[in-house]
């Protein structure tokens, strides 16, 4: 697979073979200032490590509203991506057959793009959620609305001691 810095908007990978002109070329200012904004591209298009209790800049960017599964090439709004945000929120103890629903706080909230939870359980280990089983009362489930999020813990599941909720999503403009 070939990376190329002439993709700014699908590849976020710098050449590793840059030849910086000669000072006395005519060009010399024109491909200086592309390259740095290769660069400033690529280094604002790498997805952000931040996961805090409040809400966070993700540095992802997602398709513009504009493009449906129908649309196929450029339209007017393809360089308008829309930018993705993040947000922890911790949760306590939700016994067996239990279910926690817990206010987010996302204001603006127009679509999830990525939820998850890794919860403590008391047998003790560590679950990612959702976590299906093959016992069908074992499971541990999460859905997430404009408002809060609900984990649901099956009736034959251990009960959680705590844990912490990671919703991803793209806000109103």
């Given amino acids: 697979m070939a990376f ?43 997805e952000g490590a931040l996961y805090n209790r409040v809400e966070q800049a993700t540095f992802q960017r997602w398709y513009p509203t504009s493009i449906t599964a129908a649309t196929t090439g450029p339209t007017s709004q393809s360089l308008n ?7 922890v929120v911790p949760f306590g103890a939700i016994g067996a057959g239990g279910t926690l629903t817990t206010a987010h706080g996302i204001v603006g909230l127009v679509q999830v793009t990525d939820y998850r939870a890794i919860v ?13 089983s093959t016992v069908l009362v074992e499971y541990i489930a999460m859905t997430v609305d404009t408002v ?25 403009a």
């Fill in 120 to 132: 403590n359980t008391a047998t003790p280990d560590f679950r990612v959620v959702p976590y299906p």
């Fill in 148 to 172: 809060n999020f609900t984990i649901a813990v099956g009736a034959g599941s251990p009960a959680i001691t705590s844990g912490f909720a990671v919703i991803e999503y793209l806000k109103i």
């Fill in 81 to 87: 991506f829309r930018p993705g945000y993040r947000i």
């Fill in 4 to 46: 190329s810095s002439d993709l700014p908007l699908t590849s976020n990978q710098n050449s590793i073979s840059l030849e910086v002109p000669n000072p006395d070329d005519p060009r010399f200012v024109d491909i200086t200032n592309l390259i740095l904004k290769r660069f400033a591209d690529s280094m604002n298009t790498k």
